[in-house]
């Protein structure tokens, strides 16, 4: 399978603008939406330009995501959500919001390591004989999955959402511009 590991800071992937009424004049919401709509673009170019089949993203169970709208107004392109639930996080003694927690850099790469063999078990399970796929991941997942996919002998692509000329990382302060 040819796969594309997308890496994305979350905020960006989701349908709803959250920061809707956060601002009198609109400016916030705008600016947010204007990114999320950037992101729709590219995302419906790469699935319509490499002909991709499946989308797997590591994405908020029970939200809806910008790549989950578009795959399902897509023919021939399925989409699943490749993150672990919370119900599954804690069988695996996850914590929620690992990430926010002061652990040591090495219980973080390790409750990493697990839910990145679980999004790439699952990512496989779902593709289910794609020849063409995109996984759709947080920064931090970026790099594993692409070597777990070489590792089983696929054909690998890496993309940094950071390095579109659209693109502005730090919402918050530019929010707070405005």
């Known amino acids: 399978m040819r796969v594309l590991i997308m890496g994305i800071n979350h905020q960006i992937q989701w349908v709803?603008?959250?920061?809707a009424g956060s601002s009198s004049s609109g400016n916030i919401e705008r600016f947010e939406r204007e990114q999320k709509d950037h992101f729709r673009e590219l995302l419906r170019k790469r699935i319509i330009e490499e002909n991709l089949q499946f989308i797997g993203e590591e994405t908020k169970h029970g939200e809806q995501s910008i790549a989950e709208q578009l795959c399902s107004s897509i023919e021939e392109c399925r989409h699943a959500n490749i993150d672990m639930t919370l119900d599954g996080r804690a069988a695996r003694n996850i914590p929620v919001n690992y990430e926010n927690l002061r652990i040591t850099p090495s219980e973080q790469a390790f409750f990493n390591q697990k839910r990145e063999e679980y999004m790439f078990k699952k990512a496989i399970e779902e593709s289910r004989g794609a020849e063409r796929a995109m996984?759709?991941?947080?920064?931090?997942?970026?790099?594993?999955?692409?070597n777990r996919f070489r590792k089983a002998g696929h054909e690998v692509e890496e993309a940094d959402i950071r390095n579109e000329p659209w693109y502005i990382e730090d919402w918050l302060s530019q929010m707070q511009r405005m």
């Open 135 to 146: 996984m759709i991941c947080g920064y931090q997942h970026t790099e594993a999955l692409a």
């Open 16 to 19: 709803r603008i959250w920061s």
